[in-house]
Structures are given as structure tokens and as C-alpha cells.
């Protein structure tokens, strides 16, 4: 990864390893706002391959290798990060995991997949954000974009009958008030703090996508416009649509 100029906005965004990815529609977007794009993933041969096609594109782009399940992993792209820009202006903690797409039921959680997804979605999030807040404070308006999902709203709602993707589902709920408590602690900065729900995503055409998916790059619009909010924007809140989500009655 080379050293970036001073002057250029940068976005890291975690989780971009496919082509048909919301990591890489965020990226894509991102970099035609001429933002030096940072695109991460455990694999960073298909991270460098994705950064690749925006170079040809005409954007800058790089990839860095990033395992948010993998702490040391992180501490190194920090430190990485640190050697090589002065301060990083957008954060896309994008990187998810559904361990349990099959699982219908609170009752039948598998532990092991209850804590995959909390090693990434919340902790390795929590983690990275810790991890590059010197360069999000350095940067004169930074902000900090948690991916969430409407799974979520399963949790507030606590009503019977079917509960998909439980361990999911907690993981994006926790990141939903993760969210609101970093705005707070943030509250002093400059710095913004929200989570975006896309809604469905059609990434997954080997999974069988809902005919009412929304494409990869309508669903990053919201989460660009969370990355790009102005200084008089909102903090600590959930979105979709550019819209605050309420909270279950």
C-alpha cells in the first residue's frame, strides 16, 4: 500500500471482496466523489483486484488486507494505516457475516455461529473504530458509517413465531446501539456516527436474491449519504432511505 498524498480525502470501507458486493458499490461511489478509496478484505488479492478496476476507472484506490474476526489483524492494518496517511476521513464498517441464514428460532442457536457473528459484526467493528480513531480525529470532519440491517428490528419487536438469523439479527442490534453510543462519546468532535440498514441487498445470486433485492449500487446510496453527511448532520441514528428508522411500538 502506497503512501497517500496529504491532501486527499480518504474512505476505508471493510468487507469488499466481491465485485457484486455493497462494499464495492460504496467503494465505487465513493471514489467517483474523488475519495481515495481504502478497500479491505480478509483476502486482499480480491480486495487488490476490486482496487484495480477503479485505478482503470481513472479513481485512486488501494486494498490492505483486514480479518475482523482476527484482532492482530486489525492492530496491523492500524498500524499500517497510520505509516502510510495523516488521517482518514470515512470509515464504512460494512464487513458482515449471517452464520445462521437457516436458523428460524431463538431456541435453536448454534453458539459457535452466535459468536461468529459477534466477533465481526460488533467486535471487530468496535475494534477497528477504537483502532483508527487518531486518524478519524485528525481528519476535519470524519465519518464513522455501521452497516446494519433490518434483522434487527426482530429484537425490539420481541413477537412470536418465526425469528430468522437470530445470531445475526443480535449482532446488527448491538452495532444499532454501539452506534448511538459512540455518537455520544464523539459527541465533543466533529465527527459523525450512524448506522444505514441498505435494506435487502442482492449480492448473493448463488443464494437465490429476492426478485425485490434492491442492485448493489442503489442500496450504497444511503450509506454514501451517511459518508458524505454535512457538518450540520445528524449523529447516533439509524437510517434508511436517508430516513430515521423508529423504533418498534
Given at each position: 500500500?502506497?503512501?497517500?498524498?496529504?491532501v486527499?480525502?480518504?474512505?476505508?470501507?471493510?468487507?469488499?471482496?466481491r465485485?457484486?458486493?455493497?462494499?464495492?458499490?460504496?467503494?465505487?461511489?465513493?471514489?467517483?466523489?474523488n475519495?481515495?478509496?481504502i478497500?479491505?478484505?480478509r483476502?486482499?488479492?480480491?480486495?487488490?483486484?476490486?482496487?484495480?478496476?477503479?485505478?482503470?476507472?481513472g479513481?485512486?484506490?488501494?486494498?490492505?488486507?483486514?480479518?475482523?474476526?482476527?484482532?492482530?489483524?486489525?492492530?496491523?492494518?492500524?498500524?499500517?494505516?497510520?505509516?502510510?496517511?495523516?488521517?482518514?476521513?470515512?470509515?464504512?464498517?460494512?464487513?458482515?457475516?449471517?452464520?445462521?441464514?437457516?436458523t428460524?428460532?431463538?431456541?435453536?442457536?448454534?453458539?459457535?455461529?452466535?459468536?461468529?457473528?459477534?466477533?465481526?459484526?460488533?467486535?471487530?467493528?468496535?475494534?477497528?473504530t477504537q483502532?483508527?480513531?487518531?486518524?478519524?480525529?485528525?481528519?476535519?470532519?470524519?465519518?464513522?458509517?455501521?452497516?446494519?440491517?433490518?434483522?434487527a428490528?426482530?429484537?425490539?419487536?420481541?413477537?412470536?413465531?418465526?425469528?430468522?438469523?437470530?445470531?445475526?439479527?443480535?449482532?446488527?442490534?448491538?452495532?444499532?446501539?454501539?452506534?448511538?453510543?459512540?455518537?455520544?462519546?464523539?459527541?465533543?468532535?466533529a465527527?459523525?456516527?450512524?448506522?444505514?440498514?441498505?435494506?435487502?441487498?442482492?449480492?448473493?445470486?448463488?443464494?437465490?436474491d429476492?426478485?425485490?433485492?434492491?442492485?448493489?449500487?442503489?442500496?450504497?446510496?444511503?450509506?454514501?449519504?451517511?459518508?458524505?453527511?454535512?457538518?450540520?448532520?445528524?449523529?447516533?441514528?439509524?437510517?434508511?432511505d436517508?430516513?430515521?428508522?423508529?423504533?418498534?411500538?
Open positions: 500500500m502506497q503512501t497517500l498524498p496529504l486527499s480525502r480518504t474512505a476505508l470501507i471493510t468487507g469488499v471482496s465485485s457484486q458486493g455493497l462494499g464495492f458499490a460504496v467503494a465505487r461511489q465513493l471514489a467517483e466523489l475519495y481515495h478509496v478497500l479491505t478484505a483476502n486482499q488479492s480480491q480486495a487488490e483486484q476490486l482496487a484495480a478496476q477503479l485505478r482503470e476507472a479513481h485512486e484506490a488501494t486494498a490492505l488486507r483486514l480479518d475482523l474476526a482476527d484482532r492482530p489483524s486489525i492492530l496491523e492494518a492500524a498500524s499500517r494505516l497510520a505509516r502510510t496517511i495523516n488521517h482518514l476521513d470515512v470509515l464504512v464498517n460494512n464487513a458482515s457475516t449471517m452464520p445462521d441464514f437457516n428460524r428460532s431463538v431456541l435453536k442457536v448454534d453458539f459457535d455461529e452466535l459468536q461468529s457473528a459477534f466477533e465481526v459484526d460488533v467486535f471487530g467493528c468496535w475494534c477497528l483502532a483508527l480513531l487518531g486518524l478519524l480525529r485528525r481528519a476535519p470532519a470524519a465519518r464513522i458509517v455501521n452497516v446494519t440491517s433490518v434483522a428490528r426482530q429484537v425490539e419487536a420481541c413477537k412470536p413465531g418465526p425469528f430468522f438469523s437470530p445470531a445475526h439479527s443480535f449482532a446488527k442490534f448491538t452495532i444499532n446501539a454501539l452506534t448511538a453510543t459512540l455518537a455520544a462519546a464523539l459527541a465533543d468532535t465527527i459523525l456516527v450512524n448506522a444505514v440498514d441498505p435494506d435487502s441487498v442482492a449480492t448473493h445470486p448463488e443464494r437465490g429476492d426478485a425485490s433485492d434492491l442492485p448493489p449500487g442503489k442500496a450504497a446510496r444511503g450509506i454514501v449519504w451517511a459518508a458524505t453527511l454535512g457538518t450540520d448532520g445528524p449523529t447516533g441514528g439509524v437510517f434508511r436517508r430516513q430515521p428508522v423508529q423504533a418498534m411500538p
